[in-house]
């Protein structure tokens, strides 16, 4: 690019200097290049996908369960084979613009060293976001934050300094592609020994575009290396077609880089059961945008202005592709039985099963004989065998809120129950909930189960609190990254049944291992254990997306949870809101079902896990409870209401206890739009953001409303997490070290150590 007014040669030199020549150019034609760099430092700056975590992939890499010098020197390789790719694409794109090149030694190394602007911008901001995250979040000494910074460092480096080597050998200028020197005019012919095919394309695609996009960018100084500057020779006297030749030679040359980038990425796929090539996730989504640069460049500059419309078909037929058999891979529950004939999922089926008085009538009577059994357990008498108090039933509602509201419901009655000295659990009769808290508190009532059968088991020990908040979002975003992305072509067998693995596998082999296996178990190997009140009862109610109804996961016949009630005068007709799972999947073997499967359904937030599909026609999908009762507390009150009258008159009172991730809204936003994205984007935007305070409003008025039906009192206990503030802990599948030491903090906060000398007294 010329501007014909200047004459001045400082002027000259400064403005038509390589490196400054390439940015304005990339910001002219190579949009969707500088688009991958902002979708990076957008992640590294924490400002895209903070809610999801996804930052952490980048700044807290896992490997081999550990953040240290080979976590990083991973992520730094992966991020120089990025970084070469944005160099190839962008050499391809651009290189016939600049002429001098093809007489330069080493060209596509001169071309690196002066397209640097990007990469070397992003690579000082995310050092400084490695080292500011590892010192003000993972709280890590000097030493440590220094050798994960060099590990990083070095990672690019040998891939940068690698690949380099190759191409240092592998690019040729136009003295050693046509034997003659710099100075020859003589026109000779290539001699380069290429694939017929693949040279007659390129050279056709040259000759397209040198009619269709004559330009050429003037240069007059450029960088020989990153401290060198240089003057760039003129290149009137050669021939053009030769110049031409000398970059269809160098353009081959990327075609390895493609293929070892895309035979890595199946490679790693295709082993990624084995613990050592389990690479972080941060650096499958380097080598994912490696291969989409390389891919879209290629397509750009074969295709030129039909690229759009070919990436158009492309989507469309991917779009076709994924609906048949063999790429659309559905996400299934474990345990279930998908090969016999699936269950009827109609209104007609859910009408029955809401009517049928037998099945309430029965499972309200074995569900009396399990309060009764709990009954006697608290029921305290003194020596002369005299009723000394009835006990309080405490229902536990636990909100969702990926892995800090696991670790903030398990800490919260692992320390609550230490200073009730055991009575905490002891009186809990029923677990409600959605998402991460439901799996803090299954975890919890694990412990509490094999404490009573093993004594070497302390359900106060610090570790049980390490191992809830181990880290689960790195090996599920890289099985997403390096297998559900694509084909899933790897399997695994359950009995007779067979399953894909995928993200959700990933998911559920995780929170196994983190646990030490304790909850690798089916749903029914707690049927005996709830019955006899060893433990709670748990209700798992997940979100049935085809209609919005719960499905009721429980190792107890529950059919009163989705009957109609009988006992009062309103006749109106009310819709089956509920599916019971034990019965409903009775011959798809319900009691089979991983427990982990099922704490998954519950926890299925879009794009982080997959959603689940039941073995029924038509097929129900599921989705996290949290959409349509985020705290449970909408089955609490049911659950409440149906035994109402043995609860008043066997207890004095009930305790809810709310273990919520956030507070209660208590403060008035401005929601005036003051832009015209704003104006789109509020209606709409408005209504997501504030779901959880709407649930927040009907379940208050559930509990007004449940004070003028039962007999007794109802108190509601709130240990509250203070999630929302400066320094957010995010709702994803990971926590750092200081939002760990957050969460067991939050115990303390003033209003949180009130309810707990509430409920103290509440039980004494």
Known sequence: MTIPFSKNKTFRRVYYFFPLQLLLLHLRNNQLLILFWFLLMGFVCRMFGVKYGVPYLFLDPEYLGKVNYWSYFILGFSCGGFIMAF?????????????????????????CVNNSFFPMLFIVVYLWQIIS????NEMLEEKQIFLNSLGFVVGVAIFILSSLSYFFTANKDISHLFGISVTDKEENKPKGRLARPIRIMLKKNNE?????????????????????????????????????????????????????ALVTFFFIGAFREYPVFQIPAGASIFLILTMLVMIASAIQAWLRKWAVTFLLFLVLLINYLSGKDFFNHENRAYGLNYKIEK???????LEDFKNNKENFENDFSHTISILDKWRKKNTKVSAQNKLIKKPKLIILSCSGGGLRSSAWTFYSMQHVDSILQGELLKHMQLIVGSSGGMLGSAYMRELFLRQQTDSAINIYSPEYYENITRDVLNPVAFSYMVNDLFIRFQKFEDGTNTYVKDRGYAFEKQINENSGQLMNKRLGNYTAFENEAIIPMMFITPTIINDGRMIYIS?????????KNTDHKITNATLPDGIEFSRFFEKQAADSLWFSSALRMNCTFPYISPVVTLPSEPAIEIMDAGFRDNYGMSIAIKYLYTFRNWISTNTSGVIIIQTRDSYKKTTMENTTASSLLKIISNPVGNIYSNMFNMQDFNHD????????????????????????????????????????VRIRESVKLPENQEAIRRLKKLLE
Not at 88 to 105: D, E, G, P, Q, V
């Open 133 to 136: 995250f590892q010192y003000e």
């Open 87 to 111: 160099h190839l694409a962008s050499y391809i794109a651009n290189s016939f613009r600049f002429h001098f090149l093809a007489t330069l030694s080493r060209p596509f190394y001169k071309y």
């Open 555 to 563: 190792s107890q016949p529950v059919s009163y949870m989705c009957a």
């Open 701 to 740: 008025q559930l509990v007004q409303y449940a004070g003028s039906w039962f007999d007794g009192p109802i108190d509601v206990i709130d240990l509250q997490l203070k999630s929302h503030d400066v320094s957010n802990i995010s709702m994803s599948w990971h926590l750092t070290s200081k939002e760990k």
């Open 343 to 349: 269950a009827d999922f109609s209104f007609k089926r």
């Open 208 to 260: 397209w575009r040198n009619k269709i996009e004559p330009d050429e960018w003037e240069v007059e100084t450029y960088l020989v290396n990153p401290v060198k500057l240089a003057l760039a020779r003129n290149t009137d006297h050669y021939d053009r077609n030769m110049l031409r030749g000398v970059f269809r030679q160098n353009h081959l040359t990327g075609v390895l880089f493609v293929v070892i």
